[in-house]
Structure formats: C-alpha cells, structure tokens
C-alpha cells in the first residue's frame, strides 16, 4: 500500500505522486494566464495521428454553472476557480471537407474505432490539464457528473455532430488537503508478457483491500465502512440505466458500428 | 502557431511544453527502477469512481516484440528501452464477485458508459506514464499500431474478457531530437460557454494549415507536402475497414449496448 514512497527524484514526479482531487476551493477565479497555461499544456499531449480530438469549454456562466451542479448534486461543479469540460471531437477534421467528402467521411466518423481515438485523445490532454494546474499550485478534479444530464449539457454547450462531452475539470485554490489515496498493489496493475492469472489477481486485491479498509476508516474526512472491490459489485450490480448514453452517442453520429 | 512560447515557469510544465514523440531509441533497456516509477506515476491519475480500469503489460520477450513489430512494418515497437501496452480492464472489478454477482453485473459492464470510462482511466493513467519516463530523460511515443492484429495482440497477452488493449507505449534513451509539433491554435480548441461557430473553426484552421504546411516542409526529418485538414479528409475518405474493431469489442463483452 506504500505506493507514494516510490522516490521522487524531481518535480514532474513529485507532483504526479502527490495527486488527490480537490473538491473545495476557494472563492478565487483562475487567471487568464492560468487558463491559457492549462490549455495549452493538454494541447501538448501526445494524439493519435495528430488528430487533436478534442475540444475544451471553459464553462463560466453562472446560471449554466449552478443549473449544472443542481442536476448533478455536485457543489463544486459552481464553486470552482474554473470549470472546464473536456469534449471527444470528430467535427473539427471534418469542417474542411466539401459536402460530398463530408458523406464519405461518415463511415469512419461513425465507428467505434475512431471514437475510442477521440476519447484517448481528450483523456491524454486532461491529465495534462490537471498536471499543469496543480503545478501552479491549484487543486482539481475530474467529473463525470457534469453529464447527469447529457443532453441537457450538449445543448448548454451548443455541441454540433461528432462532439461528446465526456467529464469536467474543476480547477482552483484548494480549501481542503485530503490525504494521498492508496492505489491498487503496482503487480495488480503491471505484469510482463501477459495478464496475470485470476488467483495472483485475488490474493493482490484481497490485501489492497484490506489496506483500503482501513484507509476508508482512518482518513480524515467522509470516513466509512468500506473496501474497494465490495464497493465496486455493488455498484456494478445495481443496472444503471447506462443505455441512455449509447442512444446519446448514437444520436451524436459516433460509436455507432 | 507559437504554442511552445507559452511561459514555462516550473519544471513540470517545462516538460510538458516540450514534449514530442521519439521513434528512434539507443540500444539500452529501462532500469527496473525506471519501469517501476513509471508505472507508479501511471496509477496516480484519477479514475472515475476509483474504478482504476486499466492493466499496464510490459511486452519483453524479444519473439513476441518482433512478430508484432512486423504486423504492424513500425520498427520501434521492437527497438526501444521498453513496451508497454495499456488495457481497458474492467475484469479486475468482477474478480471477487460471486457467480451470480458476475452474472448480474454484465449489464453495466457490457455498456458503452462503462466502457468509455475503462478507456478514459487509461489514456490518464497513460499520460502519466509518458511525462514520468520523460521526466527521467527518456523519450517516448504511444502508438495505436501495436493494434494492427488487435487479436494476435490480445492472444499474445491472454487477455480475459473485458481487458482490451487500446494502445503501446515504447519508451527509450532518445536517439533523435525531433522539433516540437506546433498544435492547433488555442482558439480552435478552447472556448467559453458555447462551441465555435463553423465559421470561426474554419478561419482557425487555415491559419493552422497555411503553418503546418511550412512545418512540414521545413522540418528536419521526414518533409513532406502536407497540410493537416487534408492529411485528416483523405485518410477518413477511405472507409478502412474499422469495423472489426467494432466486432473484437463485442467479442470481449464491452461497449455492446
């Protein structure tokens, strides 16, 4: 469970491994210095055939903020230095094309290979966001709860064809300093030349659990009875109605053969 | 076009503003030390619910690096410090359920929601991953292509149900120094409260083009007469036969529904 003692033997590492999510700020907006730092730290991150999938919104309207965070029940979707929501986007290859090249295009714009692309692309660009920010001494978090309501949110967003949101980034002064959160045992995660067998994958996850057990308990803030693997059956059991986002990508023209 | 002006004002964001791919490597494997602080740095990006649905496989043995360097004609898949392949795996979460769990949790798992979320853990924990090696002085390149026979990979790797490979990464002793790639002008990928209008993308993107045509051009390696819309329309024009993707997801028992 010692996962942050791994050496840190300069700055790059010793933010990476002192990561936690933020999830209370202070009442201070981001620079516009500090945004453009972010961004154009995520545009540096690696993209599959240069695509650039992905476009960010910096969402700062008030209303369109505090409607979000009730939907999602989410305080600091409004309380934030910054929020922005990190988009999978197909259209902008497109937007040069002629109207016949367009309708050639779609085969391709629609499956699920290019869309996974568009989806790594936008996450690769994130972390880099995150990265950036907590480097100039903000916290963040990533959210998924910005889409409680996709729809409601690609329409906030005036998101065209081939453009999906996929979570939210709230960056700002933190007001909070949670403890480090132990990861999984690094040979649950990495193994040499081919997945681990399913007892070695036991055994590693019944003492991680263990130790998050009693990481759950002892933490300083939100204690509780729990442990990872428990919590995670429990939620998977529960059938979601987790459709509605296929039917939400379908409608968007992605994901769909 | 001079997104690597953008001031540099500590080691992390130093690192990322200069990143670029390396596809040419010394003959010298990573240290243990090396392999494992990147794995670290890797595990330390967010994930959603804490799911952390991805598995890391270093691909060493030389039989394997080769076949699959030959599959896909991209040389540094077999010549490189070290390989490491990143999974979408939500097979760890069902582990320690019990049969019926693992039958009632299929529903969820089988979502295009809960499978969008494995990959976005992923190309997180990836990103990482990338800036630590390049933290420590090595260079890197992910590549799709070790995905050229996704299923020889997943045979190669016996990867379960539920575990897909999305991507490599081949990390190294750089032996080349290639320019910087100037990215898309920040306004073509950041906006506020709304997405851009067509016009205004369009406008960006020849700017862009009208640079990367110089870029290409000019470069120091590898010139060509190109110019990145068209580059993207061409390739998306010529319905490649992605949907086997499609088919070897489906097969895996994810992003089917």
């Known amino acids: 469970m010692n996962n942050t003692s791994s050496s840190t033997t300069n700055e790059v590492l010793a933010t990476i491994m002192s990561h936690r999510s933020i999830r209370k700020f ?6 516009p210095f500090q945004i453009e730092t972010i961004v154009r730290a995520a545009q540096m991150a690696s993209s599959s055939r240069f695509m650039q999938a992905y476009s960010i919104i910096g969402l700062t309207d008030p209303a ?9 029940k989410t305080p600091y979707i409004e309380q934030n230095g910054h929020l922005f929501i990190f988009c999978a986007d ?27 692309i568009a989806v790594i692309d936008t996450a690769l660009a994130a972390q880099n966001a995150a990265l950036a920010a907590e480097s100039l001494g903000l916290g963040a978090v ?29 960056v700002g002064v933190p007001d909070q ?22 007892s070695d994958m036991r055994e590693q996850i019944e003492a991680y659990d263990d130790g998050m057990r ?10 509780r009875d ?30 769909r053969s």
């Open 26 to 31: 202070k009442n201070e907006e981001l620079t």
């Open 64 to 72: 369109l903020k505090r409607e979000l965070s009730e939907i999602a």
């Open 90 to 116: 197909l259209k902008r290859l497109t937007v040069m094309g002629t109207e016949q090249e367009k309708q050639d295009m779609r085969m391709m714009l629609e499956s699920s290979y290019l869309y996974q």
């Open 142 to 170: 990533m959210m998924q709860s910005v889409n409680k309501d996709i729809r409601r949110l690609d329409q906030m967003l005036a998101l065209p064809e081939y453009v999906v949101p996929l979570f939210g980034i709230a």
């Open 177 to 198: 300093q949670p403890e480090v959160k132990p990861r999984l045992p690094l040979e649950a995660v990495y193994s040499e030349n081919r997945y681990p067998s399913e």
């Open 214 to 223: 009693h990481y759950y308990q002892t933490r300083s803030e939100n204690n």
């Open 226 to 255: 729990a442990c990872w693997s428990r919590s995670h059956i429990d939620l998977l059991k529960m059938q979601l109605p987790v459709g509605s986002m296929t039917e939400y990508l379908h409608d968007k023209g992605v994901n």
